[in-house]
């Protein structure tokens, strides 16, 4: 599979635990996008990697969040301290910059569910 | 900010008959406009995108409209399909390649 690959696929966890997710862009693609998406909404912007750098975070992205991008590869979203309010999908895009298309390519996204 | 939003919420069509989906957005130095499809526990997948110097775009029986004076943007399908029941998300970019500000979304069913 070529696509953007997230993991784990779905992630249960009590409230106050730490969790972590992997996501594994398209191999060629530079950029790399977190997004948030509850039932019902379409997904919010979380932060944005060009290579390793950070380059942009959302006032969605609390101090209990933090997003790294080591090598420029894949890249690791962690949620410190978990609430229930944080329950959601949690979808990692990539995309080329310069590329022909503009559009980012999704992964299947991590299901977190907060208990 | 941004401010991207959709109408209808929910559509029900009979196959074969058009649908259409409509966004407004606030930025006016937005210039690049995708549109996503997602499918029940999927991803999603882009459809069919739009940039800011273009007016209209069409791919099968899928097309997008933009108007930027009046800051709105349609996604337009024609001849629909079961298969083509799925949430539709606009979204709107003020620049290539960072965050997209996306709408609400549109359940669209295609009524057999």
């Known amino acids: 599979d070529t696509g953007v690959s997230q993991d784990p696929r779905h992630k249960i966890t009590k409230r106050g635990q730490n969790v972590t997710f992997r996501c594994d862009p398209i191999s060629e693609h530079n950029r790399l996008y977190w997004y948030r998406q509850t039932l019902g909404q379409g997904p919010e912007f979380l932060t944005y990697?060009?290579?390793?750098?950070?380059?942009?975070k959302s006032r969605l992205l609390s101090d209990r969040f933090s997003a790294e991008r080591p090598k420029g590869s894949f890249s690791t979203l962690e949620i410190q301290r978990t609430e229930q309010g944080d329950s959601a999908m949690y979808l990692c895009a990539s995309s080329l910059e310069g590329g022909r298309g503009y559009g980012y390519t999704f992964g299947s996204g991590t299901r977190l569910t907060v208990v | 900010g941004e401010n991207v939003e959709q109408h209808p919420s929910t559509l029900s069509v009979q196959e074969g008959d058009s649908a259409v989906i409509k966004c407004t957005y606030s930025?006016?130095?937005?210039?690049?406009f995708p549109w996503y499809k997602q499918e029940l526990g999927k991803r999603p997948q882009l459809i069919i995108d739009?940039?800011?110097?273009?007016g209209e775009k069409k791919d099968q029986r899928i097309a997008v409209t933009l108007n930027k004076t009046a800051k709105h943007f349609s996604l337009h399908i024609t001849e629909t399909q079961p298969e083509d029941s799925a949430v539709y998300f606009c979204?709107?970019?003020?620049?290539?390649?960072?965050?997209?500000?996306f709408g609400p979304g549109t359940r669209l069913s295609v009524l057999p």
């Open positions: 739009i940039r800011s110097n273009v």
């Open positions: 979204a709107a970019s003020p620049t290539y390649g960072q965050n997209f500000v």
């Open positions: 990697f060009q290579n390793e750098a950070q380059l942009e």
């Open positions: 930025d006016s130095a937005s210039n690049y």
